[in-house]
T-cell receptor, first 116, second 118 residues
């Protein structure tokens, strides 16, 4: 089946550091990638949608300058948390979809980000 | 706007018994897709089952079946013969129709934590 690889799986860093998270579709071309944020025992909150070669579409309330998204190719999207602070600590998970119809999104395994 | 509601924050079931996880949805779209995902404590999202709005038959995948009642706007997940490994958080989700080559985004419910007792 379709595989999405997310890296790193765990990050601990100091406040003020910028952190980059990669999301790769390994065996298919992802026309659209999504980035979610999830707090413990809560639902996934969509942060932004990115289409290859286009600027990302951010959900209301998500700071574009804080969470930089790049979707430079059909197999790679990156999320950069700039100048991270403790309140940015969370579980970030990406997903990828391709084509029309109602094929399921394929999720990465997520990144646990802890800012000290 | 689409909305997904899961009213059961937590459910408990005895091993080998069946359990139903509730999901209701609201949309003005005629064409939509409904999905169920499982999220174990390790965090990954595992796709379980899909139901299209025009599908006349209820979807089934192994021990998972989706009880789709379109008029009531419900898409409940039924897990038969529960196993200890089924303990996880379960999310119901709806996908918007695609626009061109852009893949429609998912709207998730609040989730239900299922605990299977031995």
């Amino acid at each position: 089946g379709a595989v999405v690889s997310q890296h790193p799986s765990w990050v601990i860093c100091k406040s003020g550091t910028s952190v980059k998270i990669e999301c790769r579709s390994l065996d298919f071309q992802a026309t659209t990638m999504f980035w979610y944020r999830q707090f413990p025992k809560q639902s996934l909150m969509l942060m932004a949608t990115s289409n290859e070669g286009s600027k990302a579409t951010y959900e209301q309330g998500v700071e574009k300058d804080k969470f930089l998204i790049n979707h430079a190719s059909l197999t790679l999207s990156t999320l950069t948390v700039t100048s991270a602070h403790p309140e940015d600590s969370s579980f970030y998970i990406c997903s990828a979809g391709t084509g029309g119809g109602y094929q399921p999104q394929h999720f990465g395994d997520g990144t646990r980000l802890s800012i000290l | 706007a689409q909305k997904i509601t899961q009213t059961q924050p937590g459910m408990f079931v005895q091993e080998k018994e069946a359990v139903t996880l509730d999901c209701t949805y609201d949309t003005s779209d005629q064409s939509y897709g409904l999905f169920w995902y499982k999220q174990p404590s390790s965090g990954e999202m595992i796709f379980l089952i899909y139901q299209g709005s025009y599908d006349e038959q209820n979807a089934t995948e192994g021990r998972y079946s989706l009880n789709f009642q379109k008029a009531r706007k419900s898409a409940n997940l039924v897990i038969s013969a529960s196993q200890l490994g089924d303990s996880a958080m379960y999310f119901c989700a709806m996908r918007e129709a695609s626009i061109g080559t852009s893949y429609g985004k998912l709207t998730f419910g609040q989730g239900t934590i299922l605990t299977v007792h031995p």
